[in-house]
């Protein structure tokens, strides 16, 4: 019902949701395609690896994710230099190269140069043109066992710290919390004790 002098009310219901409503019915499909997408990347970049260019191991930014390991943009000029690889070599043997990320620790460091030299004694290089190989290049049974890496390219685990236990001797077996209790009281009775000695000793003098 219409209250006093306002608008009649106009409620428009019918808006045609169904033609608005996202639907998914493509999955199926979509999931295929992509699926021969990679199939046809894989393809395009043999012998190459599907997981594209070997990434140094980074520590994620700020205090909340400093403590996750993950991958980065790319290796650090430092890190190419002390692994014995040209900046300008490195991208033709698929090493992603990161001009502006500089080392902090020399933790990062080894541990990058470390990965960049696993990478080299496990790298075949191609001749550019086949039978006919230059310096630097692989040896050609090597070429000819070669394979595509289809799996991820050197993943980054985090290393878990190793516990050791041992059992407890006697001084380690003192209660913590009784320790602090004893120790907050005697710190709150100060005044309180020594005004009490001061007075036992002050009866006792009288006494005498």
Not at 4 to 20: S, V
Not at 58 to 65: D, E, G, I, M, S
Not at 121 to 128: A, E, M, Q, T
């Given at each position: 019902m219409v209250?006093?002098?306002?608008?009649?009310?106009?409620?428009?219901?019918?808006?045609?949701?169904?033609?608005?409503?996202?639907?998914?019915?493509?999955?199926?499909?979509?999931?295929?395609?992509?699926?021969?997408?990679?199939?046809?990347?894989?393809?395009?970049?043999?012998?190459?690896?599907v997981d594209g260019l070997l990434r140094p191991a980074?520590?994620?930014?700020?205090?909340?994710?400093n403590t996750k390991v993950r991958a980065g943009?790319?290796?650090?000029?430092?890190?190419?230099?002390?692994?014995?690889?040209?900046?300008k070599a490195a991208r033709s043997i698929g090493i992603a190269v990161d001009h502006r990320r500089r080392n902090r620790s020399s933790e990062s460091l080894d541990t990058n140069v470390?990965?960049?030299?696993?990478?080299?004694?496990?790298?075949?290089?191609?001749?550019?043109?086949?039978?006919?190989?230059?310096?630097?290049?692989?040896?050609v049974a090597d070429v000819k066992a070669a394979?595509?890496?289809?799996?991820?390219?050197?993943?980054?685990?985090?290393?878990?710290p190793v516990l050791e236990y041992g059992k407890i001797s006697g001084e380690q077996k003192a209660h913590a919390f009784l320790h602090l209790r004893r120790s907050r009281a005697d710190a709150k009775l100060v005044g309180v004790r020594a005004a009490r000695a001061k007075e036992a000793a002050e009866s006792e003098k009288k006494d005498k």
């Open positions: 209250s006093h002098n306002n608008q009649l009310p106009n409620a428009h219901l019918h808006k045609d949701w169904q033609l608005r409503v996202k639907t998914w019915f493509d999955q199926p499909a979509k999931k295929k395609s992509r699926r021969i997408a990679r199939t046809k990347k894989a393809a395009a970049i043999a012998p190459r690896p980074v520590r994620a930014p700020t205090l909340k994710y943009r790319g290796f650090t000029l430092e890190e190419l230099k002390a692994a014995g690889i040209s900046r470390a990965r960049l030299q696993e990478y080299k004694s496990k790298l075949i290089v191609f001749p550019r043109k086949a039978g006919k190989p230059k310096n630097g290049d692989s040896q394979t595509q890496l289809t799996g991820s390219l050197f993943p980054i685990t985090k290393s878990e």
